[in-house]
Every structure is written in C-alpha cells, then in structure tokens.
C-alpha cells in the first residue's frame, strides 16, 4: 500500500506554509481569518466561522509590504471542523491579477 506521506504530497502545485491576516467574503458576510499555506492553486485559511462547503468566496489580504490589498476569488473545497477551525479554498481565476501576485510571490520562495 502507498505510503500516506507520499500520497499527501501529491499536488499540483507545492505549498508554502505562510501567515498573515485576511478577510473572507462569504454569504454577504466579512470574515476575519489567518492564512496558513497558499500555493498557486489555493489555500488554507484558519477562520471561526461556518462555511459553506463549494461556497464562493472572495480573499483579501496584505501579502508583504509590496503586494497589498490582494484579492483572489475561489471555492470551498475543504472545511475543518476541528480546533481551531480552517476552510481549504481553490482559486478559480488564474488569470486575475491576484493569482499574478501570488504566482510571483511563490516563484521567489518556492524552489
């Protein structure tokens, strides 16, 4: 049997365990939350909130003190309810200039 470790690696684009705060808009509603990981096809935001799993959602943040006011549109494909509680998200336009951003910020950490 395939070793888990090895099956959880598996991903599309690598991730980057990253932190900084960011504002959730889901259901009308703005949600304070913390960025865990982001890679260029999602992340993982810690939030204690409900969501909607397959929600649409709209990320706001301050990258670094160069990419600010970033903003990335994606769904709900993961919810945790564990403590503390985290939403998984995939971004769903790759052609935004947020993606861009992401895509540039990632090109200088990620080998």
Known sequence: MEDIA???ERRQYPRL??????IVRHQGKLIPGLMSNVSCGGMRI????DFIDNAPVEIIFDLNHIARDVSLRGD???IEDSFPKA???KFV???SSGHKTIEQFLTTRIS
Do not use: F, S
């Not at 365990?17 to 960011?22: A, M």
């Not at 810690?46 to 909130?49: L, N, P, V, Y």
């Open 17 to 22: 365990d990253y932190r900084c705060p960011v």
């Open 6 to 8: 090895a099956m959880l």
């Open 87 to 89: 939403i998984g998200v």
């Open 76 to 78: 709900v494909v993961r």
């Open 46 to 49: 810690i939030a204690d909130e």
């Open 93 to 95: 336009d790759a052609t």
